[in-house]
């Protein structure tokens, strides 16, 4: 019991200690930003999208049904 608490105080001290942790963290904190700004972006721009994709859709049918 006691070597089993020694083996977990020295994992965890190797993991308090290890730096890569810190970069991934940080590299999360940059993919969140950036996931953040890009759904903003997207719903500033859902007007003007549904609207390309309105006259797509209208181009389309018209192009299917030349007579209807």
Known sequence: MVMLMF????LLAR???DEKAQGLVEYGLIIGLVAIALVAGL????GSL?????AI????NKAANPGG
């Open 7 to 10: 083996q977990l105080r020295h």
């Open 15 to 17: 993991f308090v200690d």
């Open 43 to 46: 719903g500033l721009l859902t």
């Open 50 to 54: 549904q609207s390309i994709f309105s």
């Open 57 to 60: 859709t209208s181009s389309l």
